[in-house]
């Protein structure tokens, strides 16, 4: 897996089989709590073919250096920077559930510098349960199973579940805590409304973390936002239906590259 250095910092990323060109629309990805890059798999090797496409690993996630943030300001710092720097172009930038609430800081932060955003499984709050804050210290790797179990369709594939759970282990207790805990923090119900930016939003039908209400909230707030609701998928929409989740993506990039 390929890394990069921008002034000291190691990004872990992936990308679309083909090469970065210039003059494509450029896409990059943030991945939710626990997670890294490959959970934007699915998306690298169909929209890779269209686009420039990139999923970032978040600091200690993956293959990044630096340690995890407690909270989404200063995931959406570090967004900033490595984008910034690495792409002289505007993006659209996309995330899954903390991932999104980083797009949402981003967007609200420095909204001319991007093309677009796509907002996955999210809401402008992400209030975390006390018995999953409590669980992650206490008991790491039931908890995260116990959380994987909520993130999926009951349709889903079990294997998909247990893939999911193993990828969330991997960046650690302290590393996960903290992630949550940038949730937990999270509230920016007041503020997405100055959102003005294209904005896509997509949320599985059947997700139990970020229900479909949170998405429903961010489309009303978010003048000229669009809302696409997948049916068969839970919170991990991308993965569990990813033909419809990349036609939306795809559908919605041609049109505001036009």
């Known amino acids: 897996m390929p890394v990069k250095w921008f002034d000291g910092i190691k990004v872990g ?16 990805m943030i991945h939710g709590a626990g997670a890294n890059s490959e959970f934007w798999s699915s998306q690298l090797a ?3 073919n269209e686009m420039n496409a990139v999923a970032l690993d978040l600091p200690g996630h993956g293959q990044s250096g630096g340690s ?11 967004v900033y920077t490595v984008v910034d720097q690495w792409f002289t172009d505007p993006v659209y930038l996309m995330g899954h559930s903390m991932g999104g609430a980083i797009v949402q800081e981003v967007a609200i932060q420095h909204p001319h510098r991007f093309q677009g955003f796509i907002l996955v499984g999210t809401g402008a709050m992400l209030k975390v349960t006390p018995l999953f804050l409590e669980g992650l210290s206490q008991d790491f790797e039931k908890t995260i199973d116990t959380i994987a179990s909520y993130g999926y369709s009951k349709i889903t594939d ?22 949550f805990v940038a949730c937990d923090r999270f509230d920016r119900r007041k503020a997405v409304e100055n959102i003005s930016s294209p904005c896509l939003i997509i ?22 936002s669009r809302l696409k609701i997948i049916e068969k998928a839970g919170h991990m929409v991308m993965i569990e239906q990813p033909k419809a989740v990349n036609a939306a993506i795809q559908k919605f990039i041609n049109e505001e590259s036009r």
């Open 13 to 28: 990323y992936r990308k679309g089989k083909n090469p970065l060109k210039k003059g494509k629309p450029t896409l990059v």
């Open 46 to 48: 169909c929209l890779g």
């Open 68 to 78: 995890s943030c407690d909270s989404i300001p200063g995931y959406a710092q570090w």
């Open 158 to 179: 079990r294997q998909l579940v247990r893939d999911g759970a193993r990828i969330m282990k991997k960046p650690g207790p302290a590393a996960v805590l903290n992630d």
């Open 203 to 224: 949320c599985g039908a059947d997700d139990k973390l970020t229900p479909r209400d949170f998405s429903t909230f961010l489309h009303e707030k978010i003048t000229g």
